[in-house]
T-cell receptor, first 112, second 111 residues
Framework: SQTIHQWPATLVQPVGSPLSLECTVE??????LYWYRQAAGRGLQLLFYSVGIGQISSEVPQNLSASRPQDRQFILSSKKLLLSDSGFYLCAWVGQVNTEAFFGQGTRLTVV | RKEVEQDPGPFNVPEGATVAFNCTYS??????FFWYRQDCRKEPKLLMSVYSSGNEDGRFTAQLNRASQYISLLIRDSKLSDSATYLC????????????FGQGTTLQVKP
């Protein structure tokens, strides 16, 4: 069966520090992968998505970047965190067109 | 204009009530439509896909209106356990991979 791993579950980082969140998927090949951010009480904002290795589409210009070094690995990074980067970060995958998205358990990031 | 829009609510209803949510989308090339449920501080999970002919799953009914570019979710006989945030999601045709969510509608069912 397919599973998605996202870690860490919670993270507290100082302003100006770097960030690396990793997401890996098991049990499927060539998934579409997504990073979303959800601010408190708000909806899911699409940050990046990828349809294949090395293919990254960015939705919102910001202080973050994404990479897909392997088929089932998606990484969200920042060189210097801002207070506004705080939020609930969710990784998701879709196996084929028109099928549901499965989410990781999310990382709750607080920038202090 | 946002690509996918929902009324954030909250919708406060008594147990047993029928409640309906709408979600509008701006891109006519949108291909697939979904409703997700998100509990507080948890990840979203698929509630149901939305098909052109409409579909029903127990107390939940989803409908698509392509002409007016909206989808709807109807919940009958609301239960306390239905309290959650309901998110609509839209993908675009051509396997661009883009999957957009609305901001969610919060439902609170009260005894």
């Amino acid at each position: 069966s397919q599973t998605i791993h996202q870690w860490p579950a919670t993270l507290v980082q100082p302003v100006g520090s770097p960030l690396s969140l990793e997401c890996t998927v098991e049990g499927t090949s060539n998934p579409n992968l997504y990073w979303y951010r959800q601010a408190a009480g708000r909806g899911l904002q699409l940050l990046f998505y990828s349809v294949g290795i090395g293919q990254i589409s960015s939705e919102v210009p910001q202080n973050l970047s994404a990479s897909r070094p392997q088929d089932r690995q998606f990484i969200l990074s920042s060189k210097k965190l801002l207070l506004s980067d705080s939020g609930f970060y969710l990784c998701a995958w879709v196996g084929q067109v028109n099928t549901e998205a499965f989410f990781g358990q999310g990382t709750r990031l607080t920038v202090v | 204009r946002k690509e996918v829009e929902q009324d954030p609510g909250p919708f406060n209803v008594p147990e047993g009530a029928t409640v309906a949510f709408n979600c509008t989308y701006s891109n006519s090339a949108s291909q697939s439509f979904f409703w997700y449920r998100q509990d507080c501080r948890k990840e979203p999970k698929l509630l149901m896909s939305v098909y052109s002919s409409g579909n029903e799953d127990g107390r939940f009914t989803a409908q698509l209106n392509r002409a007016s570019q909206y989808i709807s979710l109807l919940i009958r006989d609301s239960k306390l356990s239905d309290s959650a945030t309901y998110l609509c999601a839209v993908t675009y045709s051509g396997n661009t991979g883009k999957l957009i969510f609305g901001q969610g509608t919060t439902l609170q069912v009260k005894p």
